[in-house]
């Protein structure tokens, strides 16, 4: 299945294999990194972006495919009648991935009246993709304070430090939540946490359910939730967030995703966990995410008032399966480079540094593919070696069946046994830095709107480290949910009126900026039924 090239290639990988695994190559230096950035990461190709002409970020610059969707045409009439809601909760959660279901299980401890609403099923989120693990500095050679210096220079020294400071300091007690809850992490016999290294951390501080942690922690969630009896409404997703009259947030309306009615959900705190946008496959790129990664939430907030922050900056995760092409795009977790794979190019160099942070990587891969011409051709595209085998080399063998058995499988399926073969990979899009901006009770600028999770902007500022992410919906959704379900005792939704969406649509016409798309996308269009 490999062309000769292909074949040509991967022996120089193997030739070099003994002296690559002993081979550190120097970390760069900030300079080196960011004219790296500059030239190869997506984030500076400054003409795939638009400047926004109306709302919270007016003048701001976004992806070009999220502006359209921004400052897209609502899917119902201003009009639409509120007066008899079909759902009346106290506190509604928007989103059915880790954060939607941890903000459930606090609002649910507060004894509100809690229900989620899902586009597709409860865990059919990016939570479930999350394979590498999840960041807690609670080993004795750490501390938050560590944490926070990784996390925050990794980030460019954009993250929202209080944001940042709430993450690192409440991660500990997160970690161990989930495992009360009984996620099975990796553990030794004596009962402590296996930990590794991620992309720019100093500590071995991700913890991880093999190579398929969020699975194993969105299983858990989902079971807590279930086990509550918390209503789930799945296949139901929210295509506008309702106001009342003082333009607090009072719930959403719903389309059936199934029969296509229309429904009406009144709450008195809706917390927003729709998670990102993968699937808008930004500059072309594939991606990594959960199908319904389509930007939802971000919409919906943005034209009810709310402000992004960082809606600029995307992230790509430098391994994607770059072949075969049936899982192009699909995750290789960063976890196959914690325990030790390189990445090589197409004569068998070792070009970068295995932990890089992943913009500097995913950058790195990019030159060596494009202006080195080091990349190597695969049927329909191109990629660079990540040698699996050294992983054996360097920690024996039975490692990768042991550590990584998702991606042994993954790639087994096609005939590649990647404890003997390197295999290819690309950058793939993978997850969204910005997004709503929210102080540390997770309010949004909307009262009583409050977001966790993905669809959030700020924590991570504008590069975000492996692990922080698992980390972030369950620090952040908790937080939402319990603030969400206290508040939802002191306040009282007024009357119920969708006003701002005609507004909205109104002040974009006359700026000229009004698109002719209807938004929110809630699915990918691969078949091409709405052009
Ligand atoms: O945090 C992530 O994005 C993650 C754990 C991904 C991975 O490489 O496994």
């Not at 914690?338 to 197409?346: D, I």
């Not at 087994?412 to 901006?437: A, C, F, M, S, W």
């Not at 999770?453 to 692990?467: A, D, K, S, T």
């Not at 937080?479 to 119920?496: C, Q, S």
């Amino acid at each position: 299945m490999y062309t000769e090239e292909m074949k040509k290639s991967m022996a120089k990988v193997d030739e070099n294999r003994e002296n690559n695994t002993s081979y550190e190559p120097p970390r760069m230096t900030a300079e080196e990194k960011e004219a790296l950035l500059a030239e190869y990461h997506p984030d500076y190709k400054k003409e795939e972006f638009s400047v926004l002409l109306t709302g919270e970020n007016k003048g701001e610059k976004v992806p070009k495919e999220l502006a359209a969707l921004l400052l897209g045409k609502s899917r119902i009439n201003a009009d639409f009648d509120l007066s008899s809601p079909d759902y009346d909760v106290d506190v509604l959660v928007i989103g059915g991935g880790g954060a939607g279901a941890s903000a459930a299980i606090e609002a649910h401890n507060t004894g509100a009246s809690v229900m989620i609403v899902t586009k597709l099923r409860i865990g059919d989120a990016n939570t479930m993709m999350a394979e590498g693990g999840i960041q807690a500095a609670d080993k004795p050679n750490d501390s938050p304070a560590v944490h926070f210096t990784d996390a925050y220079g990794g980030g460019h020294f954009a993250a929202k430090k209080e944001l940042l400071y709430k993450l690192v300091t409440e991660a500990p007690e997160a970690v161990k939540w989930l495992n009360d809850l009984g996620v099975e992490f990796d553990k030794r016999e004596d009962g402590t946490m296996i930990t590794t290294h991620g992309g720019g951390t100093s500590r071995k501080r991700m913890h991880a359910a093999k190579d398929y942690t969020g699975a194993e922690i969105m299983r858990t969630l989902r079971d807590e939730v279930l086990n509550r009896q918390i209503p789930v409404v799945d296949f139901t997703a929210a295509v506008e967030l309702i106001l009342d009259e003082e333009g607090k947030a009072a719930g959403a309306v719903l389309l059936n995703m199934e029969t296509n009615a229309l429904l009406t959900a009144r709450a008195k705190t809706v917390v927003l966990a729709t998670g990102g946008a993968g699937r808008l496959h930004y500059q072309g790129f594939p991606t990594s995410n959960h199908y319904g990664a389509t930007a939802d939430g971000l919409v919906l907030a943005y034209r009810a008032g709310a402000k992004l922050l960082y809606p600029d900056t995307l992230q790509y995760h430098p391994t994607g399966a770059a072949y075969p092409e049936q899982i192009f795009g699909a995750l290789v977790t960063e976890k196959v480079r914690s325990l030790g794979a390189k990445l090589v190019n197409a004569d068998g160099e070792v070009f970068i540094h295995p932990l890089e942070t992943r913009d500097v990587s995913a950058a790195s891969i990019i030159r060596e593919c494009t202006k080195r011409g080091k990349g190597v051709k695969t049927v329909d595209g191109v990629g660079v070696w990540l040698d699996t085998p050294m992983i054996e080399k360097k920690n024996g063998e039975g490692t990768i069946e042991k550590r990584i058995p998702a991606m042994m499988r993954m790639f087994g399926e096609y005939g590649i046994d990647i404890r003997k073969e390197p295999i290819l990979v690309y950058p793939t899009l993978h997850y969204q830095n910005g997004g709503v901006d929210i102080n540390t009770q997770c309010e949004t600028k909307v009262k009583n709107l409050y977001a966790a999770g993905e669809v959030v902007g700020g924590i991570h500022g504008r590069n975000r480290l492996m692990g922080n992410s698992l980390l972030d919906v369950i620090v952040f959704g908790r937080n939402a949910g319990r603030n969400a379900g206290k508040r939802a005792k002191e306040t009282t939704a007024g009357k119920l009126t969708l006003k701002h969406i005609e507004e909205f649509e109104r002040e974009a016409e006359k700026n000229g900026a009004l698109s002719d798309i209807q938004s929110p996308m809630l699915l990918p269009d691969y078949a091409g039924k709405n052009k």
